[in-house]
């Protein structure tokens, strides 16, 4: 079992809708847990980031942990197509003499339609 | 962009030939990281720095090797570039729990 998992999309939504994207993971000692936008020929840009369980709001962004189930979300409220890019989930567990390496999900492609 | 800079953006390289990609930090972080990002793999730690002189390996360093000798500059080099180095080069810097990327580096082996 891989320890995050997340599926690829792609995902294709209209204007306005709301999107949940989501990923799994294995490993219980995780506990941040970020979500990175990935444009297209672009670097990972840092979106939301939650130290363990619970939700965190950011405008239109919302991303909730459930540790108990292993399973971490992002929700854009009031899609718009300039959210259109690859949603990557990370996460790393408690700090090892601070050299902390993040765990990648291989990114979902959402698309917003006009 | 967390102040990160990557040199050269695009190269286009032969196999068999030496390739070093440059990151540039301006904000003095400790924790450098160099990625390869591929279609089905995603982002994978290559090798990382906890400061000058001081580096570790990641998951898929076979092949690589880096520098650190002074806190804004770390190099990844490939030693002898083989057409699986094709690939999407990002380095990140570490603040606090995340880390921030730079713009990347696009680089064909031929």
């Known amino acids: 079992q891989k320890e995050v998992e997340q599926d690829p999309g792609p995902l294709s939504v209209p204007e306005g809708a709301i999107v949940s994207l989501n990923c799994t993971y294995s490993n219980s000692a995780f506990q941040y847990f970020m979500w990175y936008r990935q444009y297209s020929r672009k670097g990972p840009e840092l979106l939301m980031y939650t130290y363990s369980s619970g939700n965190k709001e950011d405008g239109r962004f919302t991303a909730q942990v459930d540790k108990s189930s292993k399973y971490i979300s992002l929700f854009i409220r009031d899609s718009q197509p300039s959210d259109s890019a690859t949603y990557l989930c990370?996460?790393?567990?408690?700090?090892?003499?601070?050299?902390?390496?993040?765990?990648f999900g291989k990114g979902t492609k959402l698309t917003v339609n006009p | 962009d967390a102040g990160i800079t990557q040199s050269p953006r695009h190269k286009v390289t032969e196999t068999g030939t030496p390739v070093t990609l440059r990151c540039h930090q301006t904000?003095?972080?400790?924790?450098m990281y160099w990625y390869r990002q591929d279609p089905g793999h995603g982002l994978r730690l290559i090798h990382y720095s906890y400061g000058v002189k001081d580096t570790d390996k990641g998951e898929v360093s076979d092949g690589y090797s880096v520098s650190r000798s002074k806190t804004e500059d770390f190099l990844l080099t490939l030693e002898s570039a083989t057409s699986s180095q094709t690939s999407v080069y990002f380095c990140a810097i570490r603040l606090g729990d995340t880390q921030y990327f730079g713009p990347g580096t696009r680089l064909t082996v031929l």
């Open positions: 904000e003095n972080h400790r924790y």
């Open positions: 990370a996460m790393s567990g408690l700090r090892q003499g601070g050299s902390e390496k993040l765990v």
